[in-house]
């Protein structure tokens, strides 16, 4: 299975609600990254958070991160509808020299 | 403007051809990736490379080839062997440490891919 498995595969909320998402993974990392996609669109990165810290912010995100559990969340707050996307974590295992992606949580925001 | 740029956007092939997908960075970054997406599907590694003249299969190389012959550019040849080789092609590039990926990789628009 995936290294890292975002949680759940699909989010509907309506705009002004906070969304949340999940990402489990398997190994010990190096560093949990963020990607966001629109349709048919490449990867834009978010947020990076390193082994080493257990939360970040960037504006309306928020990310945390527990080693312990292997798992991170992303929180959107306040969203909008143009935050509808697919979310991605991607996780930067210590074995290993490249960022392996999970499946992603596609998320709608209904204004 | 620096970027990653992907060329063609979409692209046709016919059964047995092979075809290149282009990808150009001038960010001047060591790493560059490629990465296959299925419909609602995350990314899965098909090749990467870390230096130029030097590259690694990812984990579905099978039917894919590339070359890296300059630091700027990755392309990625989907020959006759990929028996399924309708989808979404996306390139990344981040910078390399010592460390290994510990940055944000910046991705390319992607190249839609479908066999006719």
């Known amino acids: 299975s995936q290294q890292g498995e975002e949680d759940p595969q699909a989010l509907s909320i309506q705009e002004g609600e906070n969304a949340t998402m999940n990402c489990s993974y398997k190994?010990?990392?190096?560093?949990l990254q963020w990607y966001r996609q629109n349709s048919g669109r490449g990867l834009v990165h978010l947020i990076l958070?390193?082994?080493?810290?257990r939360e970040k912010h960037s504006g309306r995100l928020r990310v945390t991160l527990d080693t312990s559990k292997k798992s991170s969340s992303l929180l959107i707050t306040a969203s909008r509808a143009a935050d509808t996307a697919s979310y991605f974590c991607a996780t930067a295992p210590y074995s290993y020299d490249k960022v392996i992606f999970g499946p992603g949580t596609s998320l709608s925001v209904i204004p | 403007d620096g970027g990653i740029t992907q060329s063609p956007k979409y692209l046709f092939r016919k059964e047995g051809q092979n075809v290149t997908l282009s990808c150009e960075q001038n960010l001047n970054h060591d790493a560059m990736y490629w990465y296959r997406q299925d419909p609602g599907q995350g990314l899965r590694l098909i090749y990467y490379s870390q230096i130029v003249n030097d590259f690694q299969k990812g984990d579905i190389a099978e039917g894919y080839s590339v070359s890296r012959e300059k630091k700027e550019s990755f392309p990625l040849t989907v020959t006759s062997a990929q028996k399924n080789p309708t989808a979404f092609y996306l390139c990344?590039?981040?910078?390399?440490?010592?460390?290994?990926?510990?940055?944000?990789?910046?991705f390319g628009q992607g190249t839609r891919l479908t066999v006719v």
């Open positions: 958070i390193r082994s080493n810290e």
């Open positions: 190994t010990s990392i190096n560093n």
């Open positions: 990344a590039s981040s910078p390399k440490t010592r460390q290994g990926p510990n940055t944000e990789a910046f």
